[in-house]
Nanobody
């Protein structure tokens, strides 16, 4: 089992920045990939950024390329999402996601609200 706890959401003006943090615990040594998804009311949850632990390859949604950066601190079992030049359309609940174990079992955090508004 892997537990994920997000933090760092909040209210920010357009053009501003936020950093989201996701701390993994439990069987975190089994994690194969970690990432961030977001969801707005009435829409499906969508991938924002994802990082494969072995090799470090990353994937970003086209809408956030050049503005968001995903990184990981292996020693702390923590993944970060640095969000710059935020836009109102980035407003959503952001969820931390991990895949772990032989079968890449999926785990989710509880979500953190990001609101971009003037």
């Amino acid at each position: 089992q892997v537990q994920l706890v997000e933090s760092g959401g909040g209210l920010v003006q357009p053009g501003g920045s936020l950093r989201l943090t996701c701390e993994a615990s439990g069987s975190s040594f089994m994690i194969n990939a970690m990432g961030w998804y977001r969801q707005t009311p009435g829409k499906q949850r969508e991938l924002v950024a994802r990082r494969i632990i072995s090799g470090g390859s990353t994937t970003y949604a086209d809408s956030v390329k050049g503005r968001f950066t995903i990184s990981r601190d292996n020693a702390k079992n923590t993944v970060y999402l640095e969000m710059n030049n935020l836009k109102p359309e980035d407003t959503a609940v952001y969820y931390c996601n991990a895949n772990a174990g032989r079968f890449w079992t999926e785990y989710w955090g509880q979500g953190t609200q990001v609101t971009v508004s003037s």
